[in-house]
């Protein structure tokens, strides 16, 4: 085992790309470039589960995934209201997968509940290892979000993590670029490890981004998020999904939508047809604010990745602004964005704020390169690794700031007050005409 860490600590070292200085457009904070990546052996006997996250699964429900080494763990999930005293047991459902030479360990997927909200749970997974805990959000507001994407495993992965972890929140939001295993499978076990003492706490709510797609049509026609869907099970059933790259979910009174760039979003795709009867179940009294999460973004000012998005936009834009979303977050491009309102490229005060968030941590470094002069749609600016969290305060003020990493502390650099769309009297006769 320490010969395989080993050569796997060489391999990542030489093979990884380190692009960029880091590059701070609008201050004069400059961020060094990241390290290589941040290696987590297991270091456990094979029964012991390992990976641990949970995520939400449907009302009043989470699903705890872990894995193991040894095949003959069964999917069983122990719990309950006091440490090291479980009053309730649930089994679930597990899979594994080869790619070329590899072959996962048993994957657990193991639904619990119902769950009473605001609430800590104590769980065990498959009848050994170590006791975990993690706490259900709340049923009401306020209620909080930390938001990162393109985390990856790095130095700089584990300060964002670190940062993460110094002050609570509810749910994390994860808008694609997970591990960047890149067909490299021993990777998505390390990166499981890394995040686990994180991610078995608090749900983590995730979407595909181009470093999940792991084709590899020489072995067999099509293998496409092979890995992650295999292992980042999330509650695309629950929400009438038939993708697991496209799903949505409300905590407390916010709904949250995740779509997929990487799957087929025109008119006529079951992802577009799925958003559109997704949006117009939409309860607003019982869930007044509407949040997307996806991994490519629609706007943006730096030069890395232009106009990857825009295909998608035109698409699916007008679903959002007719559904009066307020807030969509992106990942894709290694920097920290914050867009006014704004519609169809132009102003305005009834479209959603968008977000470009992906400056987790991953291991090809910061896009420093903007267009200048800035455009007037673009509110803050900088490359800089960082996460962000999203608190709702009710149903109608919200509070966004956006935290860089700052050595041993965090920074806020950016933050925002603002209200709901539908909250806005000219937003809601607005939408009306939208819908004539």
Not at 12 to 35: C, E, K, M, W
Not at 101 to 127: A, D, E, M, N, W
């Amino acid at each position: 085992m320490k010969i395989f860490d080993l050569f796997l600590r060489f391999s990542i070292f030489f093979l990884s790309p380190f692009v960029s200085q880091a590059y701070n457009h609008d201050s004069n904070y400059t961020r060094p470039p990241p390290g290589a990546n941040f290696i987590v052996a297991h270091g456990h006997p094979n029964f012991y589960p390992q990976q641990v996250h949970v995520s939400l699964a449907g009302k009043d429900h989470m699903r705890i995934t872990y894995i193991t080494d040894d095949m003959n763990v069964p999917s069983m999930v122990e719990y309950g209201k006091r440490p090291k005293k479980y009053d309730r047991k649930t089994t679930g459902e597990s899979i594994s997968y080869r790619f070329f030479f590899y072959s996962s360990g048993k994957i657990h997927h193991v639904k619990i509940g119902p769950l009473q909200p605001s609430t800590t749970y104590y769980y065990r997974c498959g009848g050994h290892g170590k006791e975990f805990s993690f706490r259900t959000p709340p049923s009401t507001f306020p209620v909080e979000f930390a938001v990162a994407g393109d985390l990856g495993q790095t130095d700089w992965t584990v300060k964002t993590l670190d940062q993460i972890s110094k002050q609570d929140f509810d749910v994390f939001l994860l808008p694609g670029d997970l591990s960047y295993a890149d067909n490299h499978q021993p990777l998505w076990d390390s990166f499981g490890r890394l995040l686990e003492n994180l991610a078995s706490t608090r749900p983590w709510m995730v979407t595909e981004g181009n470093h999940e797609i792991e084709s590899a049509r020489i072995v067999e026609e099509h293998i496409s998020f092979k890995a992650y869907n295999a292992r980042w099970l999330m509650p695309h059933a629950e929400s009438l999904s038939h993708s697991n790259l496209y799903y949505s979910f409300d905590a407390a009174g916010v709904h949250i939508v995740m779509i997929g760039s990487y799957t087929h979003y025109d008119s006529h795709s079951d992802q577009y047809r799925w958003l559109r009867e997704d949006l117009k179940k939409i309860d607003r009294k019982r869930t007044p604010w509407l949040v997307v999460v996806m991994h490519t973004p629609w706007y943006s000012t730096n030069k890395a990745h232009e106009g990857e998005g825009e295909n998608m936009r035109k698409a699916m834009e007008g679903l959002l602004y007719r559904a009066q979303v307020d807030v969509v977050f992106a990942g894709h491009i290694h920097t920290y964005e914050r867009f006014r309102p704004v519609y169809n490229h132009k102003a305005d005060p009834c479209g959603p704020m968008y977000i470009t968030i992906g400056d987790g941590g991953n291991r090809e470094g910061l896009a420093n390169k903007f267009h200048n002069p800035r455009s007037p749609l673009s509110a803050f600016r900088e490359s800089s690794f960082g996460h962000g969290r999203l608190r709702v305060i009710d149903e109608k003020r919200a509070h966004w700031s956006w935290h860089r990493n700052n050595d041993n502390f965090s920074v806020i650099a950016d933050e925002v007050w603002f209200e709901s769309s539908k909250s806005s009297t000219h937003c809601i006769l607005n939408h009306f005409r939208n819908e004539l």
